[in-house]
C-alpha cells in the first residue's frame, strides 16, 4: 500500500513538472510576440522620424537607439523562446516515452507482486487448515485448483486492458518564427493548444476504444436476447400446431398473434445487430489508422519487464458471460412428442407456418381467467404426507383477482394444485416479500420447479 501511494505521488509530481514546463514554453512564446510588436513599432516610428525634414538630430539619435535595442531585446526572446521549445519537447518526449512507462511498469510489477503474494498466503491458509479441519479437505482441494489458475500477469493484462482510453501521446511542438514585418495584434496572442481527454463509455463517445467496448456489450447483450426470442418463438410454433390439430384445446389464433410479434422483435434485433457490426467495423478500422499514425510508432524504446502490446493482446482474458434465463413457459415439456422442431441459427431467421393473409392488429390479449380456489384454510402439505412439489417464481407477478396470488421474482412457493387452463395453485413458503401466506393461482410460465 505504501508503495503504491509512493507511485500515486511520483506520478503527480511528474505531471507537476511537465505542466511547468508548459507554462514556461507559453510565458517565453508571449515574451516573444510582444518583443516582435514592439520592434515593428519603434522599426516604424524611426523610419518617419529619419525622413521627417522637421524633427531635430537628436530626436532622429534617440528613435535609432530605441529601435537598435528594441533588436536586442528581440533576438534575445526570439533565442529564449527558440531554447523552450527544444527544451519542452525534450521533456515531454522524456515523460511520455521514458518516465511514464517506467512509472506504469513499477504499478504492474506491484499488481503482480500484490498477486503473487495473496496466491502463496492462500495457499499457506488452505494448507493449515486441511491440517485443522479433516472434514472439509475436499472443499480445500476445490479452493487450491481455484488458487492455482491464478495468473497474476494474466490479471495485471486485465486491468491495464480495462484501464485503457484508446488516446496516443501528442506530438512534437513546432517552432513558429515571427517574419520581419509580420503585424501581429495584441489581442491575438496565441498559446499551445493542449486538450485532455476523459473516458467515456457511451455510444457518442469521440473515443474510439470506448466506442469499441460499448458496441461490443451491445452486440453481444443483442445475440443473447436473439437466441431467447428465437427459443420462445419455438415454443409458439409447437402451440401453434398442436392447437391446429386439436381444435378443442382452444383458439389458435391468440398464438399466431404472439408468435407474429416474436418474429417482428427477432427481425429489429438482427436489425440492430447488423448496424452495431457495421459500426464496430467501423471504429475498428479508426484504431488501426490512430495506431498507424501514433508518434511512438516511429520511436525505438522499451523497458526491461514491460509487456508489449501484442502480449497483452494476445492474453486469453475471460471476461464475465452473460448468461440468458431459462424460458420456463412449461411448452417445451408438454408438447415435447408431438413435433420436434429443428434448431435455428442464432443469426437466420425461423420459418414460421403462418397463412399468408393481411390481418388486422391484434387486440389486447385479455388474461384467461384462472379458476375459482376450492379452499384457502387447508395447510398445502400434511405434516405426515408426502412432500410438496416447490417452485420459484422466473418474473414478478401482480395479482389482479381476488383469486389469485402475487409474487417476487425468486420468491419460492409450495405447489397445491398443478396446472390448470395455464394457470398453478401455490402457497407461499414465507413471508420475505410479503405479509401474507396466502394461496392462490400464478401463471404457470412465471415459475419454474426447483
Excluded at 14 to 30: F, T
Excluded at 271 to 290: G, M
Excluded at 298 to 319: A, C, D, T, V
Excluded at 339 to 346: A, N, W
Aim: glycine share 4%; proline share 6%.
Amino acid at each position: 500500500k505504501k508503495e503504491m501511494k509512493k507511485s500515486r505521488n511520483e506520478a503527480d509530481t511528474l505531471q507537476r513538472n511537465l505542466n511547468q514546463s508548459y507554462k514556461a514554453l507559453d510565458h517565453s512564446k508571449l515574451k516573444y510576440q510582444k518583443a516582435h510588436i514592439e520592434l515593428e513599432i519603434t522599426k516604424a516610428t524611426y523610419e518617419k522620424t529619419e525622413v521627417d525634414g522637421s524633427a531635430s538630430r537628436n530626436q532622429v539619435e534617440k528613435a535609432k537607439t530605441i529601435y537598435h535595442k528594441n533588436i536586442s531585446d528581440h533576438d534575445d526572446s526570439k533565442a529564449q523562446y527558440a531554447n523552450e521549445v527544444l527544451k519542452t519537447n525534450e521533456i515531454q518526449e522524456e515523460h511520455f516515452f521514458t518516465l511514464l512507462p517506467c512509472l506504469l511498469n513499477n504499478i504492474q510489477s506491484l499488481s503482480v507482486g500484490n498477486g503473487d503474494f495473496f496466491k502463496e498466503l492462500m495457499s499457506k491458509y488452505v494448507k493449515q487448515e486441511r491440517e485443522i479441519v479433516p472434514i472439509v479437505a475436499k472443499c480445500h482441494e476445490e479452493m487450491e485448483k481455484a488458487i492455482e489458475v491464478v495468473h497474476s500477469i494474466k490479471d495485471s493484462g486485465m486491468i491495464v486492458n480495462k484501464l485503457k482510453t484508446g488516446d496516443v501521446p501528442p506530438e512534437d511542438f513546432v517552432f513558429e518564427e515571427l517574419q520581419p514585418g509580420t503585424v501581429l495584434k495584441t489581442n491575438f496572442l496565441t498559446k499551445m493548444k493542449r486538450s485532455k481527454s476523459t473516458p467515456n463509455l457511451n455510444m457518442e463517445s469521440p473515443n474510439y476504444f470506448q466506442r469499441k467496448r460499448y458496441l461490443e456489450k451491445k452486440t453481444d447483450a443483442h445475440k443473447i436476447e436473439i437466441a431467447k426470442v428465437q427459443k420462445e418463438m419455438k415454443g409458439l410454433q409447437v402451440m401453434v400446431k398442436t392447437y391446429a390439430d386439436n381444435p378443442k384445446f382452444g383458439d389458435v389464433k391468440q398464438f399466431q398473434g404472439e408468435l407474429e410479434t416474436a418474429a417482428k422483435r427477432v427481425q429489429v434485433l438482427e436489425s440492430e445487430l447488423t448496424t452495431f457490426k457495421t459500426d464496430l467495423a467501423d471504429v475498428n478500422n479508426q484504431l488501426e489508422n490512430i495506431r498507424i499514425k501514433s508518434p511512438a510508432r516511429s520511436r525505438k524504446w522499451s523497458f526491461p519487464g514491460q509487456l508489449s502490446s501484442n502480449q497483452l493482446e494476445n492474453m486469453e482474458i475471460e471476461s464475465p458471460k452473460i448468461v440468458s434465463p431459462t424460458l420456463a413457459t412449461g411448452w417445451e415439456d408438454d408438447f415435447s412428442d408431438v413435433c420436434q422442431l429443428p434448431p435455428s441459427p442464432l443469426n437466420q431467421p425461423i420459418s414460421i407456418p403462418i397463412p399468408l393473409t393481411v390481418k388486422p392488429e391484434p387486440k389486447p390479449k385479455l388474461k384467461p381467467k384462472p379458476p375459482p380456489i376450492k379452499d384457502v384454510s387447508k395447510p398445502p402439505q400434511d405434516c405426515k404426507g408426502p412432500k410438496l412439489r416447490k417452485v420459484v417464481a422466473l418474473y414478478q407477478f401482480d395479482s389482479d383477482a381476488t383469486d389469485t396470488i402475487s409474487m417476487a421474482e425468486g420468491e419460492e412457493f409450495f405447489v397445491s394444485e398443478g396446472d390448470q387452463d395455464g394457470w398453478t395453485k401455490v402457497q407461499r413458503v414465507d413471508s420475505r416479500f410479503f405479509e401474507d401466506m396466502g394461496e392462490g393461482f400464478v401463471p404457470t410460465s412465471f415459475v419454474q420447479n426447483i
